[in-house]
């Protein structure tokens, strides 16, 4: 039982991180209609910027906050060159966005080359029975709430949450109403880059990252904001934590070389029963 209860903590614990990489993705999916695959590189970003300048003596909590927003900013980068070309669609700036992934391979192994990297995070365990689950996780469990508990006002009582809410509902309406939708589309992609920093800077601490950990993540983030079909962050959180306490007892209990086939099967799963229930709603629509 207290394996059990071990298990469930640290799964709800790296669920958080993927839900703040899958709030991202629908934030930047709503707004712009674009799937960025470049979703997961803003976590390892974060997670290695925060531990360099912990390396290099910034106290705890300036270097998270720093880390956070270099990642803001590579979002906003990833946004200016996603969305301000002439004519390019969804399904090409899909595929810019994999292009930029990539590339930042190739960044990232220049800068702090392709060994796995971690900082310490928050100090001391919890005793459960004869388990201990580390402080950190209960910090990424609460940090998340914070964030999703402050993502429903800023939507839907500021001003630039209320535009960003127009855009996503109708942007030609939005556009009519003299909203920017370029810009709020680069806002979104700041906000996605914001919200995978802290993904990366919460998560780092219990699982180290290296140049290519955005494909496990991404992977991940993706599979919960399709529990949400891309643009429901509540359902998109709830399938993150599944998501997370599936592969934490799939690790325990089994092999975790099986973790992310667990990711890969169920977004298959949800997205074959999502076509099938699309299918069976027009068809009832046409009869």
């Given at each position: 039982?207290?394996?059990?209860?071990?298990?469930?903590?640290?799964?709800?614990?790296?669920?958080?991180?993927?839900?703040?990489?899958?709030?991202?993705?629908?934030?930047?999916?709503?707004?712009?209609?674009?799937?960025?695959?470049?979703?997961?590189?803003?976590?390892?970003?974060?997670g290695?910027?925060?531990?360099?300048?912990?390396?290099?003596?910034?106290?705890?909590?300036?270097?998270?906050?720093a880390?956070?927003l270099?990642?803001?900013?590579?979002?906003?980068?990833?946004?200016?060159?996603?969305?301000?070309?002439?004519?390019?669609?969804?399904?090409?700036?899909?595929?810019?966005?994999?292009?930029?992934?990539?590339?930042?391979?190739a960044?990232?192994?220049?800068?702090?080359?392709?060994?796995?990297?971690?900082?310490?995070?928050?100090?001391?365990?919890?005793?459960?029975?004869d388990?201990?689950?580390?402080?950190q996780s209960?910090?990424?469990?609460?940090?998340?709430?914070?964030?999703?508990?402050?993502l429903?006002?800023f939507?839907?009582?500021?001003?630039?949450?209320?535009a960003?809410?127009?855009?996503?509902?109708?942007?030609?309406?939005?556009?009519?109403?003299?909203?920017?939708?370029?810009?709020?589309?680069?806002?979104?992609?700041?906000?996605?880059?914001?919200?995978g920093?802290?993904?990366?800077?919460?998560?780092?601490?219990l699982?180290?990252?290296?140049?290519?950990?955005?494909?496990?993540?991404?992977?991940?983030?993706?599979?919960?904001?399709?529990?949400g079909?891309?643009?429901?962050?509540?359902?998109a959180l709830g399938?993150?934590?599944?998501?997370?306490?599936?592969?934490?007892?799939?690790a325990?209990?089994?092999?975790?070389?099986?973790?992310?086939?667990?990711?890969?099967?169920?977004?298959?799963?949800?997205?074959?029963?999502?076509?099938?229930?699309?299918?069976?709603?027009?068809?009832?629509?046409?009869?």
């Amino acid at each position: 039982m207290s394996a059990f209860a071990q298990y469930l903590i640290s799964g709800l614990a790296i669920g958080c991180g993927f839900a703040l990489l899958a709030s991202g993705l629908v934030t930047i999916n709503r707004v712009t209609h674009v799937v960025n695959f470049a979703q997961g590189m803003f976590a390892v970003v974060a997670g290695m910027t925060a531990g360099s300048l912990l390396s290099a003596g910034v106290p705890h909590g300036l270097a998270e906050a720093a880390a956070v927003l270099m990642a803001g900013l590579v979002g906003l980068l990833v946004g200016l060159v996603t969305l301000t070309r002439p004519g390019l669609g969804a399904q090409s700036s899909l595929i810019v966005t994999l292009g930029i992934g990539f590339v930042a391979y190739a960044v990232e192994t220049i800068i702090w080359g392709d060994d796995p990297r971690s900082f310490p995070g928050l100090p001391g365990a919890v005793r459960i029975g004869d388990a201990f689950v580390q402080k950190q996780s209960f910090l990424v469990i609460g940090a998340t709430a914070m964030v999703f508990g402050l993502l429903m006002p800023f939507f839907t009582r500021t001003y630039l949450g209320k535009a960003l809410t127009a855009c996503a509902s109708d942007a030609y309406a939005a556009r009519a109403a003299g909203i920017d939708v370029t810009r709020m589309g680069l806002l979104a992609f700041a906000i996605g880059g914001v919200l995978g920093g802290i993904a990366g800077v919460l998560l780092t601490p219990l699982m180290p990252v290296s140049y290519n950990s955005d494909v496990l993540l991404i992977t991940n983030g993706f599979a919960a904001a399709v529990f949400g079909a891309l643009t429901r962050p509540g359902l998109a959180l709830g399938g993150a934590l599944a998501l997370g306490v599936a592969e934490a007892m799939v690790a325990g209990y089994g092999e975790a070389s099986y973790q992310t086939v667990v990711a890969l099967a169920l977004m298959l799963a949800i997205m074959i029963w999502q076509a099938t229930h699309r299918s069976a709603l027009q068809h009832e629509g046409a009869r």
